[in-house]
T-cell receptor, first 112, second 115 residues
Framework: GENVEQHPSTLSVQEGDSAVIKCTYS??????FPWYKQELGKRPQLIID?????GEKKDQRIAVTLNKTAKHFSLHITETQPEDSAVYFC???????????FGTGTRLTVIP | GAVVSQHPSWVICKSGTSVKIECRSL??????MFWYRQFPKQSLMLMAT?????????EQGVEKDKFLINHASLTLSTLTVTSAHPEDSSFYIC???????????FGPGTRLTVT
């Protein structure tokens, strides 16, 4: 099955700085890579996703890059704000059954 | 749009009893629903995939006789934790996918505590 690894597990940045979270996956059949933000006690919320036919996607302060050859993808948050503080999960899937396999999560803290 | 609800939001039960958790897609039809388990400060672990009208597909290590999943309609899937034990205490989250879609819409989760 799919195995998704995520780094770092915790990340602290100063407000206004950039944050980068990296994930690798193992199943070359995976073709859908979403990123979720989860605040304490709440449901995961999709913030951005990318499909295997695209190398990069950007939505305002958030961008995701995908290197399918190397099987890794990254989340980039620029001009971080305190409200960006949360746990971020990457996931990989889409291999037919829409199953998603999640990374271990990154706790991002933006220091005002 | 794409709202998923879960009921109950939290439940406390005694060891040995069974608990049913409902997952509903409120404004769309979900051909596929997923059940996850999340321990404190950990990731979401996929337990099973359920397709409407067919048997659920369980991930390796998940006991299908303990975690009964029923997906009887396009808007409702249920997870029943049978003969619950304290180690079953966890946060259970469902998600739903629209027909032909990839994005999973998550429910708010159910916190189960077994005493």
């Amino acid at each position: 099955g799919e195995n998704v690894e995520q780094h770092p597990s915790t990340l602290s940045v100063q407000e206004g700085d950039s944050a980068v979270i990296k994930c690798t996956y193992s199943d070359s059949a995976s073709n859908y890579f979403p990123w979720y933000k989860q605040e304490l006690g709440k449901r995961p919320q999709l913030i951005i996703d990318i499909r295997s036919n695209v190398g990069e996607k950007k939505d305002q302060r958030i961008a995701v890059t995908l290197n399918k050859t190397a099987k890794h993808f990254s989340l980039h948050i620029t001009e971080t704000q305190p409200e960006d503080s949360a746990v971020y999960f990457c996931a990989a899937g889409g291999g037919g059954a829409n199953n998603l396999f999640f990374g271990t999560g990154t706790r991002l803290t933006v220091i005002p | 749009g794409a709202v998923v609800s879960q009921h109950p939001s939290w439940v406390i039960c005694k060891s040995g009893t069974s608990v049913k958790i409902e997952c509903r897609s409120l404004d769309f039809q979900a051909t596929t629903m997923f059940w996850y388990r999340q321990f404190p400060k950990q990731s979401l672990m996929l337990m099973a995939t359920s397709n409407e009208g067919s048997k659920a597909t369980y991930e390796q290590g998940v006991e299908k006789d303990k975690f009964l999943i029923n997906h009887a309609s396009l808007t409702l899937s249920t997870l029943t934790v049978t003969s619950a034990h304290p180690e079953d205490s966890s946060f259970y989250i469902c998600s739903a996918v629209t027909s032909g879609g990839h994005e999973q819409y998550f429910g708010p989760g159910t916190r189960l505590t077994v005493t």
